[in-house]
């Protein structure tokens, strides 16, 4: 598959804050949440790979391309939404469309852009400032991707969306991702992505602590409460504790497998892993040094 974003020894500093990606690509076809905490540094590489920041250490390359601020070429190819209106309340969708159709030419698919307006209910003539925050949101992501681009990337773009508007989002964006297109997702709404991508980048200070394609994770990790460690290992023998919690002389251990082969068997958490309990257990949990037999 091609490659949309590279990404090779990143490091980007400021006073009390360090970004530091050894690697990272995302391919065509591809739908990857990044999650993290507030100022894990979700947002600066984003501004890194959108070039809104600069003086940087590495490489960042957008369709194999590393000097690409001023390409036309991937400015067609690329489209963006963030968690704000890019349109004066007093457009109308039919506006947007001509304004549009002007600066894209013939990559602009106004049949796209009206059916999916359409769909969702959007008026063609009333005001954007009169439409729901769903409404709006939904706007954006739509005219985001009425220009055929291959590459989405989306900050926090669905926060405070009701749910209903927050799955009509959502189904847009698979339906994108299917036509071969890829997705970059970054939102600190953890279910969402869960129930939607197909890979999940962890963000901690800035580095890389995860990342997997979300299916493996909820097979190859799971959370164990128990007595002792002894118990564990005699119960486990094919996982091995990576970050452990200890509370009233009970453990709660995130395990990993460590075979190969994907591990099916949902004993060893009660209806499955969730990607919100690994992140805690990561984030709070006490590395497992392997002492403590």
Known sequence: MKSFIKINNLKKSYNDFKLNIDNLELKQGEFVGLIGENGSGKSTLIKLILNIVSDYEGTIELFNKKKYKNDITVKKDLSVVFDSKSFSDYLCIKDINTILKNIYKSTWDENYFFTKCDNLGISNYKKIGTFSRGMQANLELITSLSHSPKLLILDEATSNLDPVARKDFNLILRDYVNNDNTVLFSSHIVNELEKN??????????????????????????????????????????????????????????????NENIYEDDSLSENGLEIENLIYMLKKGKRYEGTDL
Do not use: H
């Open 197 to 258: 991508v197909d890979r999940i980048i962890l963000l901690d200070k800035g580095k890389i602590v995860l990342d997997e394609n979300i299916d493996i994770i909820k097979n190859k990790y799971r959370i164990v409460k128990t007595d002792s460690y002894i118990n564990f290992y005699t119960r486990y023998p094919n996982f091995r504790p990576l970050s452990v919690l200890e509370t009233n002389d009970k453990l709660t251990i995130l395990a990993c497998n460590l």
